[in-house]
């Protein structure tokens, strides 16, 4: 069997409209691009995985079980196209917390690979054939880390820029918005075996 391959998404920001701390279903719309990206994707046979930094919760601004009604209507949204998310990862830590159980310098907080790496391992995931899209460097650290391709869609949420010379730090491409970065992930299938070369890898 053909090992799956996987579009890592970041959720604040990159595939949903970024309210901080939200964890009201109501609230919780999707990005303009996303859907249509989802599908270009999705026909090309990647499944979704959401990989997402929660401090809210180590923070006390909502619980753990906050989060079974974010991922419920994010399903929703989905399904109006007829998308699956194969998965939702998220680490609930924050060294600056107040929740004493998860105020703790954690391994799974982006920009570590730890979640990337624990899904692959779920669900079978070759990484190498697989990329994580977000609005962050922590997001593009996080994705090359796991051994994926990133890409950063530029929305004005990355105000720092701080590579400090981690090659990890340095995204494959940027996109100004989620529909550009799926067709560039869709480019690279079609430019791929025909002797052209259109984009080099770090
Ligand atoms: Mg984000
Ligand atoms: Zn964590």
Redesign the pocket.
Known sequence: MEAKKAIFLDKDGTIVRDIPYNVNPDLITLNEGVLDGLELLDSLGYCFIIISNQAGIARGYFEEQDLVGVERRIRQLLNQRGLVLSGFYY???SEDGIVPEYSIK?T??KPGPQLILNAAQDHGIDLLQSWMIGDILDDVEAGKSAGCKSILINNGNEDQWQVNGNLNRIPNWISDDFWDAASFISNQHKTKGNGQRAFEYS
Do not use: E, I, Q, V
Request: hydrophobic share 0%; charged share 15%; glycine share 0%.
């Open positions: 680490c609930p830590h954690c799974c907080r």
